[in-house]
């Protein structure tokens, strides 16, 4: 009987280490942005993820980009007029607490390429 607080106390450690904190949830919808200069001016650029597939960017304010998305596991495919409506680039989305950053898989458009290859975006709260 003098065992049982010994075994008792193991037992919670046991327990309290096999709980592991909760992951936090990659949830695309919602806005985005971030804060960087281009052709050395301030450039704010934010993106509107909405949850009918479809996206909106906006530089400064004004509205550059629009187009569709899709997301399997953490791959985002998108396309817009800019390049193709009939092709759909491919990106590797890198989940940290509260950005993303975006990889390229496979893209043909040059001009995409440059403004989202390793691109990181942080959610607006």
């Not at 904190?21 to 695309?28: A, D």
Request: aromatic share 12%.
């Amino acid at each position: 009987m003098k065992y049982f607080p010994v075994i008792l106390a193991i037992t919670a450690v046991i327990v309290s280490c096999q709980s592991s904190p909760k992951q936090p949830s990659h949830q695309l919808p919602g806005e985005w942005d971030s804060h960087e200069t281009f052709e050395g001016k301030p450039w704010h650029f934010q993106v509107r993820f909405k949850s009918d597939g479809s996206f909106d960017g906006l530089g400064n304010g004004k509205l550059v980009i629009s187009g569709q998305y899709r997301t399997n596991g953490d791959t985002i495919f998108f396309k817009d007029a800019i390049c193709n409506l009939d092709y759909e680039a491919a990106y590797r989305l890198t989940w940290f607490s509260d950005s993303i950053r975006f990889n390229v898989i496979a893209d043909t458009c040059q001009q995409r390429i440059n403004g989202s290859d390793k691109v990181a975006l942080g959610r607006v709260k």
